[in-house]
Each structure stands twice: as structure tokens, then as C-alpha cells.
């Protein structure tokens, strides 16, 4: 993974590649910013996990979100880690990442592996409800692996 090319106007907040990776693996959820087929931004809060170099998410069948899930196309994500305003200051302790990344619609074994990462995630002590739940509702998702190309990361203490 590379540092994205955009410039940070505050470096002393700038966070380490593995730092913002290690925010996108532990965050509870992440927004998605995408572009519908209209040319219209979107972003949509979405629960993730984040393995083998992508972030892992889920859909239904049908939505507006998946007119910007095309495979190919090119999303932005981000995750907001810890934040706890520091009122003194009139500002905010924080730690984020924003990832770019392409797109990859996720069928057959790399489906299923990719929703038990979720449940790994999200579930872990439930591997066994997870798997039969998998099972049940595998035909009425759709999974997509969001390949991290650039990632930054940025936090204040």
C-alpha cells in the first residue's frame, strides 16, 4: 500500500501507513463514499472487516449503493477510530484513516470467506450461528472486496 498522493495540510497529525492500516483493521464501522450512476456523491455508514490488503463489505441484492459498487470503480472509505472532544480547545482528539480503493465483486469461495471474516469480526465467539447464518442468507448478498490502493491516516493526542 502506498501513502495517498494528496497533501496533508497538518503533517504533525499525519499518522504512519501502519498506523492508519492498524485504525481501518480495528474501527466498529466505516462511512463509504462513492458515486451513483447518476453522478451523484453517496455515503453510507457500513459495518466492514478489514483483510488481505481489502475491506470487506456486504449489500443486498438491490440498493442504491450498489450503483457505485461497479466492479473497477473507485471508492473512498473512511474510518473515524477514538474521538473525544477537548472543549478547553475548542477542538477534538481523533484518529482516522481514509482508504482509496477499486472495487471487486466477490463470488464463490472468495464470498464466503470474505463474510466469515465479517462474522470474525463482529461475531467471533458465535464462528459456528455464524456459519449456518452465512449458509441461510449467502444467495441474498452480495460481497465486495474494496483493494486498498492508497491509504492516510491522520490523529491528534
Same mark, same amino acid.
Given at each position: 500500500m502506498e501513502n495517498t498522493e494528496h497533501k496533508l495540510r497538518r503533517k504533525d497529525r499525519a499518522a504512519e501507513a501502519?498506523?492508519?492500516? &492498524? @485504525?481501518? +483493521?480495528?474501527?466498529v464501522y466505516g462511512v463509504l463514499s462513492l458515486v451513483d450512476s447518476?453522478?451523484?456523491?453517496?455515503?453510507v455508514p457500513l459495518s466492514y472487516a478489514y483483510a488481505d490488503g481489502a475491506i470487506h463489505v456486504h449489500s443486498a441484492v438491490e440498493g442504491h449503493k450498489l450503483?457505485?459498487?461497479?466492479?473497477?470503480?473507485?471508492?473512498?472509505?473512511c474510518v473515524v477510530g477514538e474521538a473525544e472532544p477537548?472543549?478547553?480547545?475548542?477542538?477534538?482528539?481523533?484518529?482516522? &484513516? @481514509?482508504? +482509496?480503493?477499486e472495487v471487486r465483486e466477490l463470488t464463490g469461495a472468495e464470498k464466503l470467506a470474505s463474510l466469515e471474516h465479517l462474522v470474525a469480526k463482529y461475531a467471533g465467539h458465535l464462528r459456528q450461528e455464524g456459519t449456518?447464518?452465512?449458509?441461510?442468507?449467502?444467495?441474498?448478498?452480495?460481497v465486495f472486496a474494496l483493494r486498498v490502493m492508497q491509504v492516510s491516516g491522520k490523529r491528534r493526542k
Open positions: 501502519a498506523e492508519a492500516e &492498524a @485504525i481501518l +483493521r480495528d474501527g447518476a453522478g451523484e456523491a453517496y455515503g450503483e457505485g459498487l461497479r466492479t473497477g470503480a473507485v471508492v473512498s472509505f477537548i472543549p478547553e480547545k475548542f477542538s477534538m482528539r481523533y484518529q482516522s &484513516a @481514509i482508504a +482509496r480503493c449456518a447464518y452465512i449458509a441461510e442468507l449467502e444467495s441474498s448478498t452480495r
